[in-house]
């Protein structure tokens, strides 16, 4: 089993920044992709960022349309640990992100039925 557990959400204001990060624990993959995505109240679960690498060679990053920029996703192998760098942040950008695992690289990096496992959700609240 894999366990995700995500941190650093909270209450910021407008125009401040964030790191979210997701701490994987439990069956490792050589190959594997890891992503955040959000859902605010009432909306659809959204794909804000991920990554897939193996070892040190990175495959892929990719962003969701609405980042232009603001967020960064990062990854420390060693620690299977996986960042999310958010800055400017927008009343927008409230919601509850989460971590989301899929034990290879997936082809469709956006899609949240390429990712096996999923983290609880940490909370974003953004005022102005």
């Known amino acids: 089993q894999v366990q995700l557990v995500e941190s650093g959400g909270g209450l910021v204001q407008a125009g401040d920044s964030l790191r979210l990060s997701c701490a994987a624990s439990?069956?490792?993959?050589?190959?594997?992709?890891m992503a955040w995505f959000r859902q605010a109240p009432g909306k659809e679960r959204e794909f804000v960022a991920g990554i897939s690498w193996s070892g040190d060679t990175l495959y892929s990053v990719d962003y969701g349309a609405f980042v232009t920029g603001r967020f960064t996703i990062s990854r420390d192998h060693a620690k299977n640990t996986v960042y999310l760098h958010m800055n400017s942040l927008k009343p927008g950008d409230t919601a509850v992100y989460y971590c989301a695992l899929a034990p290879f690289a997936p082809s469709q990096p956006t899609a949240s039925r390429s990712y096996a496992y999923w983290g609880q959700g940490t909370q974003v609240t953004v005022s102005l």
């Open positions: 439990g069956r490792t993959f050589s190959d594997k992709g």
